[in-house]
């Protein structure tokens, strides 16, 4: 049954991240419990709520609600569990931290990190996005994303980053194939760019917390939002199927409240 239901999502044009971990959910649910019922999914909802984090809980119901629906049991689904806004944006690098850690790279010669950094900064890349990314896509100035439902989603390149690309792709005399590869020459992994990223950063003496590749997706955002204030365009280029969720980006991080607060309270 697994099999059809990753063949139904697949059907979905679901990104493959995302099948991932529907299936992990509905597995994992039938390692705690051997029948499929309405009692036996509110138990595991409960030993969810008790061991993990609101939004992990959420993504595991959101995908037993649609392997429900794929079971033709639509009436047993479950509701998600409340996730408590914060006031602030945690762990986000600074722009200092940013333009200092792209500048070690490329003063170290590390420049396949050095561009891995950039794309992720300067197009509000998702990982998963940014390896699929090949040096065609570099030529023409865009990438296009199918995302489920049939939409398309188009990942522009800054003409002085297209510039800086080929001009490093011409130095490594190449014309074609996936962007960022790894020391065996095949595509990078999402895991392997995770890695490297804490590996720079305990070189270069930043914090880890801060230095992740989604990390740079929201310094993307923020940047774009002080240089051209329209949040509906900032939605549209990160792939948000709401507003709302880009509406997180107007909040400040805890450290520049902090600053303000330093800077402003003075009684």
């Known amino acids: 049954m697994l ?27 039938f390692v705690h419990h051997k029948e499929l019922s309405k009692k036996n999914l509110l138990l595991y909802k409960t030993q969810l709520i008790e061991n ?8 595991r119901l959101q995908a037993l609600n649609r392997f429900l629906e794929f079971t033709g049991k639509p009436k047993w689904k479950l509701k998600s569990v409340k996730v408590q806004q ?52 570099i030529n023409i100035g865009y990438f296009d994303i199918y995302t489920k439902g049939g939409k398309v989603r188009r990942l522009f390149f800054p003409s002085k980053l297209r510039k800086e690309t080929q001009d490093w792709l011409d ?9 960022f590869l790894n020391r065996f020459g ?11 990223l804490k590996n720079f950063a305990v070189r270069y003496g930043l914090n880890p917390k801060v230095v992740y590749p989604h990390s740079f997706r ?25 507003i709302e969720t880009t509406r997180i980006y107007l909040r400040r991080t805890a450290s520049e409240q902090q600053a303000i607060v330093d800077k402003v309270i003075t009684w």
């Open 52 to 59: 993990r984090k609101p939004k992990t809980v959420n993504l």
């Open 186 to 196: 095949e595509r990078i992994t999402t895991r392997g760019i995770a890695q490297q």
């Open 171 to 179: 130095t490594k005399q190449r014309t074609s194939g996936y962007l």
């Open 86 to 137: 914060r006031s602030y944006l945690e762990n986000v690098i600074s722009n200092a931290d940013y333009q200092f850690l792209k500048n070690s790279l490329h003063k170290d010669g590390n420049m396949e990190w050095y561009f891995v950094v950039r794309f992720l900064a300067a197009t509000g890349a998702r990982v998963s996005e940014l390896v699929q990314i090949k040096v065609e896509h």
């Open 218 to 242: 929201h310094r993307f955002a923020k940047n774009f939002l002080e240089k051209y204030n329209d949040i509906a365009l900032l939605a549209d280029l990160m792939g948000h199927e709401s």
């Open 3 to 29: 099999k059809q239901f990753e063949s139904y999502l697949q059907q979905e044009n679901m990104a493959r991240n995302t099948i991932h971990a529907y299936l992990y959910a509905v597995r994992d649910f």
